[in-house]
């Protein structure tokens, strides 16, 4: 410290100028080195009357500086003045020991030097032109020196002192410890965070002292305050990294306050190192995904560092009243989800000092959607699905957007299943997603309903059945925007249509149905069976459309299927049904039928013959009892004829019956039955 204190003066006393006199001599306290530059001279100039003249000042003094000092333990004691000039003549004068200003008499020693060619002057050992005999000097004596500058020119010299004496001084440690046991403390530069900052220097007082008992610190704005003691900084004030501020170490003795190790000074400096920083503001700015009011944001990659400040610590908050609390620190701020807001950072650096700063969460621009709605055609082999174009659908009026497509809002926003191809997809009506993003891949989500339009049919065109020699209309009704038939029509109905297959091609708007129609050839009624009792005929009649009618003529109808009175032989009958269509004839032969055979083998009546109706297909002829058991079955083998036998035995005389069956030939094969009675009388 003491080398540091010494370059402190050396420097200070060139810089400064304090003149001085005798009763206000600078105190020199140990064998330290001094410089210093008078310019000018005290207020007590040295007496030149009623005292012997020195010889080294006659003329009196100049630019001139008083020093005291005390020897602390006895021997020889020499100095040298240097000037910082050589060419400058300095003098000088020692009085003592143990002088009182006001009774100064000739000096004890003075020299000068001259033409000196080193400019030095001085106390030695050896003496020569320049240089006077060193003093023998006891413990405990007080001495003055006055250099004086002779040509009063205001350039400086140094001062140091030699021997084996000792000059007495509180602060050095060669006294046993006996004022100072331990070494004071130079503060290190002291860091700041705000340039200026407010700063109390009575803080740092404990650390320079280091326990010393009895010594006091006084700072100051500049040396000058410090050398002259004045203005010493007593409360906080503004300091700046770039001010070297001073500090004065004094004793102050417990006993004697007015003793000279009172005005003993170490002095030293105090700087401050500027560790304060600064950081950007920062925007940071994410998607909007889907417009649902927030975005997910790496705060840590904000550039709020610009010049890469290294070692910091960086903490998040939502508000700055939180980060002045220190709550709700954000803790993700890699993956952190806002709404646009200005969130603050608090950063630290390796000297504890911070700055805050803030950064802006923004939006990119917003994705503009709408639901839309597509229509399309249903698919003829698949009515209830169509072909729909998605990339067709007007979901937002902004351009230089990309689109993708998905079933399902889970999969649009997973970014799953994407519909591909998106302009040739087959589905029934349902609702469909697209995922519309911009060139910051920010998106945004919409529907798109999709309806199959169904076909639509004439609900007054219907199937028509008619006679097969008539003709009719077929109408599809009005309320389509055009018609096409398949027979080249383009009206609405067409008429003189036979019976057949068409169609109409019905557009509605966009879509086109095809419509089958047919006009059927009436079913005819069929004579199922004719059931001939005598001369009595019942006709059944199925098919076609009742109510059927009846004739034997093809003029005369009735709704009565019983003809009575018929002639023998052959007999027409007409049927027709609701359409009134050409009628339906069937002809049948009313036999000539045979009530009694006497089987006596006179070859009158002998037997019952019907084999002239062996022409009709599935003729049958059967005899049955009173009890209804069949007793006998004529068929062609037996030429339809029976003799009144059964088995080859001959029956009792009595009353059987009989039925006549055939299929006659004709479209509706219709089944004939005679039935009757016949009396057979055997002759035992």
């Given amino acids: ?94 009085y003592g020991p143990n002088p009182v200003c006001s009774e100064l008499l000739n000096p004890i020693r003075c020299n000068y030097a001259g033409s000196s060619p080193t400019g030095n002057t001085g106390l030695a050992a050896q003496t020569n032109t320049y240089f006077e005999a060193e003093l023998n000097v006891l413990a405990g004596e007080v001495y003055y020196l006055l250099v004086d500058n002779f040509q009063s020119t205001a350039n400086g010299f140094s001062l140091s002192f ?47 002292i280091n326990g010393n008992a009895n010594f006091q610190v006084k700072y100051y704005l500049n040396a000058s305050n410090a050398l002259d003691e004045q203005n010493p900084i007593t409360t906080p004030i503004a300091v700046s990294a770039n001010t070297t501020y001073y500090y004065a170490v004094s004793y102050i ?29 920062a925007t940071l ?117 990309t689109k993708k497509f998905y079933r399902t809002l889970a999969d649009a926003n997973n970014g799953v299943n994407e519909i591909i191809p998106a302009d040739n997809f ?103 069976s004719l059931d001939i009792a005598n001369n009595t005929v019942t006709i059944t009649a199925n098919g076609g459309v009742p109510a059927y009618q009846y004739s034997t003529d093809g003029t005369n109808w009735q709704t009565s299927n019983v003809f009575a009175g018929l002639p023998r032989g052959e007999n027409t009958f007409y049927l027709k049904d609701s359409y009134d269509c050409d009628p339906v004839t069937v002809t049948i032969t009313v036999p000539n039928l045979v009530n009694a055979i006497t089987p006596n083998g006179d070859n009158i009546n002998d037997a019952v013959d019907y084999s002239a109706l062996a022409y009709k297909k599935d003729l049958i002829f059967t005899v049955y009892n009173r009890y209804g058991n069949k007793i006998y079955v004529g068929d062609k083998i037996r030429n339809y004829k029976w003799d009144g036998t059964s088995g080859g035995k001959k029956i009792p005389t009595g009353t059987y019956w009989y039925s006549i069956t055939w299929t006659e030939d004709n479209r509706s094969k219709t089944q004939i039955k005679y039935d009757g009675w016949i009396l057979v009388k055997n002759r035992e």
């Avoid at 084996?164 to 002291?190: G, K, R």
């Avoid at 306050?257 to 503001?281: A, H, I, M, W």
């Avoid at 309320?479 to 057949?500: D, K, M, N, R």
């Fill in 1 to 94: 410290m003491k080398k540091l204190l010494l370059l402190f003066i050396l420097i200070s006393s060139q810089l400064f100028y304090s003149q001085s006199d005798c009763t206000s001599a600078i105190p020199i306290c140990g064998n330290l080195d001094i410089s210093y530059t008078p310019n000018g001279h005290g207020s007590q100039e040295l007496p030149t009357s009623n005292v012997p003249p020195s010889l080294c000042l006659k003329s009196g003094e100049h630019f001139s500086v008083w020093y005291k000092f005390t020897i602390a333990t006895p021997g020889t004691l020499n100095f040298v003045i240097d000037a910082n000039v050589d060419s400058n003549d300095y003098d000088f004068a020692v």
């Fill in 162 to 208: 030699g021997g084996t004496a000792s000059l007495l001084t509180p602060f050095d440690h060669q006294f046993a410890n006996v004022y100072q046991p331990n070494p004071f403390v130079a503060p290190l530069p002291i860091k700041i965070c705000i340039d200026p900052t407010i700063f109390n220097f009575n803080t740092l007082s404990p650390g320079i």
């Fill in 253 to 281: 003795d417990p006993i004697n306050p007015v003793s000279f190790l009172n005005q003993c000074r170490e002095y030293g400096t105090v700087t401050f190192v500027d560790r304060s920083f600064k950081l950007s503001t």
């Fill in 285 to 401: 700015t994410e998607c909007n995904n889907n417009n649902k009011g927030t975005a997910v944001y790496n705060l840590t990659a904000a550039a709020i560092n610009p010049t890469s400040i290294p070692n910091l610590v960086l903490k998040y908050y939502p508000s700055m009243a939180d980060l002045n609390a220190g709550t709700n620190e954000i803790l993700n701020p890699g993956n952190y989800t806002s709404a646009e807001k200005t969130v603050y950072v608090k950063a630290t650096n390796q000297y504890d000092c911070s700055f805050i700063t803030q950064i802006q969460l923004k939006f990119y621009p917003t994705i503009v959607v709408n639901p839309a709605t597509l229509e399309s055609c249903f698919i003829e082999t698949a009515i209830t699905t169509a072909k729909f174009d998605l990339t067709s659908a007007v979901v937002t009026s902004q351009s230089g957007l």
């Fill in 426 to 528: 087959i589905t029934a009506s349902t609702d469909v997603y697209v995922k519309v993003f911009d060139t910051n891949q920010c998106w945004a989500i919409t529907k798109i309903t999709l309806i199959v339009l169904p076909p639509v049919k004439s609900t007054v065109l219907k199937d028509k059945t008619i006679c097969m020699e008539d003709r009719t209309t077929l109408d599809a009704g009005p309320g389509f925007l055009s018609y096409e038939w398949s027979t080249g029509a383009t009206t609405q109905s067409i008429s003189g249509v036979a019976v057949g297959a068409y169609w109409v091609k019905l557009q509605t708007g966009k879509c086109y149905t095809i419509q089958d129609v047919n006009v059927y050839a009436s079913d005819q009624p069929v004579v199922s």
